[in-house]
């Protein structure tokens, strides 16, 4: 059926009868306020959705006290999508040392509090308690990295797949277009025939069932039961491990023994060719906030003019969470969707001739791809530990293409604000002169992380020789363009395998050169990835043991290291009791005793943390928090559909209460001595030679 795009998808039943809209056929619940731009997942998917003739309403940000916002457009045709948004909620409420967090880019106001912890399942339990037994699909990059067991930082424990904690019929992990349009096709189909939907099998998606769903003859990469990692947590790593080629590999099926049944994931869908990128990033989005707004909200105001040219990344870095939800194959869109999309935006009201960014997760891979075959590549990283003989990309048409983007009629300014990744730069040194002398705007965003060789190599980071080179050609380009400009260089303190020395060996680099740090995150481990496997398990991907520093006390006092003003002592009832425990942490740290530092703050009562998953359920969790002070946000993570992300660079710690998550987990700290390389998931090899972001609040639907 041809479907006439509105203006904003709808949010209210009122907005429905202006566009003729009787019903939904589709319901998208998200955690982030609804802002009509292709970074935000529910528009994209929204307005893909209403292409193919569906029609499709948004619910934002909705109260989790009551279903009565979930459920206030009515009940749709097919199915309801669900997602936490463009971050985990957890990682969007909480900082590296677990205090809460005052702000949130994605809500009006840029005030946290918005969403609930844990969006997805409470998101799914409001959905199922609103409209019973209809289809309930997970999406977004909270569902997609917590698909298998993995570890919860801000509970400190192991988690089952968020399928089984969230009770939805299937699981969009990855980008979301092409299983959710799969998915929308098959349920259409069902109700022509009255058939039972039968949702197994999409590409890029997962669900509970037995193992004999497997067709016949695929390749299956079998990961450790979700009770054997339990009983063993190193299994984490194989299982993590197993993960990230499941996506790379492509071809196979990857299944999981959970609670006596299996989780299964079909293969990921092949990556969307230039067309099918165009199309999507070609959609009448308005790039704003839906007009029931009464506030700004800081994403799309650090969003709007941004131009994405690509998905994917071949870095593979180990704390990125891009490698398992994107991919390492590049997508592209061509030059002259770009182009189109830049002259669109100059139409557009409040149009100033700026392009904040044309980029992607790396800026300079546009055009990327492998010369290989990916699908039999078993290296964890195109670039690490040198760039792949496979991996080819044409820099210098990028650069030309950012010529012809700032040549268009009504364009005065291009930058690039996304990152770039140096060592590949160094291959194209007209490029890089080009980048340097025309597009960098007088800052360069670089991400080095760190400059140890032993921490870089758990990263999978190039090495410190290849950013100093980088640097003296960034300096020499810079010189002979007569422009002041400086590196912008992204730090990660207390990363697994990191100590003391290391940082002291990266503070006095940087000393060395008269550089403050001003972008430095203490290592976060966000559900999924392989850093945060070795941070959970005390192992490197290989199995060696390696030193992680876990404590809060360790981690401040690294962090400090490059922040003086941030490595603080921690205080009596900020959460390092749990560090007090020999099992996980070992002996109680001076710091970690009770009276030294300042007095508690309001909120930070110890105890506090003590009931697990109180938000999970509607009804729960409900008091409107504290709106805290607006701020400019953190870096954008994508969700189904937007750039790349950069890893959280979190904040300095708060002043607020602990987290109300923390719990016992049934984690055992392994012993080293103990430590066994975990072993080989079934058809993958250990990468070799390398080790690799209120009510009463104002939105649509909540209208003064
Ligand atoms: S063969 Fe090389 S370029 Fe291709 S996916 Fe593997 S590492 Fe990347």
Redo the contacts with the bound molecule.
Sequence with gaps: MELKQPAFLPTTRQEMRALGWEALDVLLVTGDAYVDHPSFGAALLGRLLVARGLRTGIVAQPRWTTPEDVSRMGRPRLFAGVTAGALDSMLAHYTAFRKKRHDDAYTPGGRAGARPNRAVIVYSNLVRQAFPGLVVILGGIEASLRRITHYDFWSDSLRRPILLDAKADLLVWGMGEAPLIAVARTMLQAEESGMVPDLTGIPGTAWMGGPEQVPEGQAVLELPSHESIQQDPRLLMQATLASEHHV?RGDAWAVQPVSGRTLLLAPPPPPPTSRQLDEVFELPFSRRAHPGYTEAIPAEEMMRWSVNTHRGC?G?CSFCSLALHQG??VASRSRGSILREVRSLTRMPGWTGSISDVGGPSANMWGA??????S????????FPAV?????VDQSAGVELLREVARQEGVRHVRVASGIRHDLALQDPQALKALTMEFTGGQLKVAPEHLSERVLRGMRKPAREVFERFLEEFRRHSQAAGKEQYVIPYLISAFPGCTDQDMRELADWLRSRGWTPRQVQCFIPTPGTVATAMYFTGLDPEGNPIHVARSDAERLRQHGILCPERGRKPVRGQGPERRDNPQQGGKPQRDEKPGHGRKPQRGEKPGHGGKPQRDEKPGHGARPQRPGRPTSGREPMPDGAGRGHKPDRGGKPGREARSPERQPGPRRAPDPAKSQPPGRPSGTRTPSGQARKNQGRRGPGRRR
């Design positions: 790379q071949g593979g390492r194959r791809r492998c010369t290989l075959d990916p039999r590549c078993t290296r964890a990283s195109c670039l792949c003989p496979g991996f080819r």
